[in-house]
């Protein structure tokens, strides 16, 4: 019996957490006839109508073009952030550069809102020709993906035993060569934890790519928004839901495959020793 109503909690935990999403989906799958008849959840002549009109290309909307540039920018926002921060946290946690100092002041930096780093960016990547490039789009992704990745590997790091670096030391290996062949390996599935989160974060941000792009760069999440106006000022409820379905597929699709290497890099310094 206790398990039964253990389950039932969760099954409406699970309802209450995932339903904006539930109704989003069930909104995609109804036709414009339907959704101003029928608000509830229960599809009655399900239809594709919506996905064909996001996945139909012109001139003005092109949904593939938008998956194409979050998946070039986000890879380069999240392997940029974490090739940073890897030798940074290695610094910070061994050698106590700045671990009182310089991390507390990178971290504090995602409490600030990002609107206030809009301008200077923007007048700097147009004075750079960055401005609508998917470059321009991963480096800022990357500054933005930093702190995260940066708290993931210092905590990783510290996990791993002094030991290690001091018998590679007698055996000759370097900083580096203790970094890469030591510390990297061990630390893979926090490695994996901050990529994963990384792509994540840098796939679903918005402001810098409404900010920063026009056309040729636009991501997912703002080109989004561009399929949602109808012709006479109304919004295609339906079109809209499926533009978003289609958005979050990837970062959702990207966590429950890798859930198990997530959730085994967040415990494994709490079952530490």
Same mark, same amino acid.
């Not at 055996?171 to 490695?191: F, M, N, Q």
């Not at 934890?193 to 402001?207: C, M, P, Q, V």
């Given at each position: 019996?206790?398990?039964?109503?253990? @389950?039932?909690?969760?099954?409406?935990?699970?309802?209450?957490?995932?339903?904006?999403?539930?109704?989003?989906?069930?909104?995609?799958? =109804?036709?414009?006839?339907?959704?101003?008849?029928?608000?509830?959840?229960?599809?009655?002549?399900?239809?594709?109508?919506?996905?064909? +009109?996001?996945?139909?290309?012109?001139?003005?909307? /092109?949904?593939?073009?938008? &998956? #194409? /540039?979050?998946?070039?920018?986000?890879?380069?926002?999240?392997?940029?952030?974490? $090739?940073?921060?890897?030798?940074?946290?290695? #610094?910070?946690?061994?050698?106590?550069?700045?671990?009182?100092?310089?991390?507390? $002041?990178?971290?504090?930096?995602?409490?600030?809102?990002?609107?206030?780093?809009?301008?200077?960016?923007?007048?700097?990547?147009? @004075?750079?020709?960055? &401005?609508?490039?998917?470059?321009?789009?991963?480096?800022?992704?990357?500054?933005?993906?930093?702190?995260?990745? &940066?708290?993931?590997?210092?905590? #990783?790091?510290?996990?791993?035993?002094?030991?290690?670096?001091? +018998?590679?030391?007698?055996?000759?290996?370097?900083?580096?060569?203790?970094?890469?062949?030591?510390?990297?390996?061990?630390?893979?599935? *926090?490695?994996?934890?901050? $990529?994963?989160?990384?792509?994540?974060? +840098? @796939? /679903?941000?918005?402001?810098?790519?409404?900010?920063?792009?026009?056309? =040729?760069?636009?991501?997912?999440?703002?080109?989004?928004?561009?399929?949602? *106006?109808?012709?006479?000022?109304?919004?295609? @409820?339906?079109? *809209? *839901?499926?533009?978003?379905?289609?958005?979050?597929?990837?970062?959702?699709?990207?966590?429950?495959?890798?859930?198990? =290497?997530?959730?085994?890099?967040?415990?494994?310094?709490?079952?530490?020793?």
């Amino acid at each position: 019996m206790l398990n039964l109503v253990r @389950w039932i909690v969760f099954a409406l935990a699970a309802f209450a957490m995932n339903f904006p999403v539930i109704v989003t989906l069930v909104t995609s799958f =109804k036709s414009a006839r339907e959704l101003s008849t029928n608000p509830g959840l229960l599809v009655k002549a399900p239809t594709l109508e919506s996905y064909l +009109a996001v996945l139909q290309v012109s001139e003005r909307l /092109n949904i593939f073009l938008y &998956l #194409a /540039n979050s998946l070039i920018a986000a890879a380069i926002g999240t392997g940029i952030a974490v $090739l940073l921060a890897l030798p940074t946290a290695y #610094a910070m946690v061994r050698g106590r550069f700045g671990e009182r100092t310089l991390l507390p $002041l990178i971290v504090n930096l995602r409490a600030v809102p990002l609107i206030i780093f809009a301008i200077p960016i923007y007048m700097m990547f147009q @004075w750079l020709n960055l &401005l609508d490039t998917r470059l321009g789009l991963g480096l800022v992704l990357a500054v933005v993906n930093v702190p995260l990745v &940066l708290v993931i590997l210092v905590n #990783a790091i510290s996990d791993v035993p002094v030991d290690l670096d001091e +018998a590679a030391r007698m055996d000759g290996a370097s900083r580096t060569g203790i970094l890469l062949r030591i510390i990297a390996p061990v630390c893979r599935p *926090a490695i994996a934890t901050s $990529l994963i989160f990384g792509f994540i974060t +840098a @796939w /679903n941000e918005f402001l810098f790519g409404l900010i920063l792009t026009t056309s =040729k760069a636009v991501p997912v999440t703002v080109g989004a928004s561009f399929f949602f *106006a109808t012709s006479a000022g109304g919004v295609q @409820w339906g079109v *809209a *839901a499926a533009v978003m379905m289609i958005g979050a597929l990837p970062p959702m699709l990207l966590g429950l495959v890798m859930y198990r =290497k997530i959730s085994s890099s967040m415990i494994g310094g709490a079952v530490k020793g």
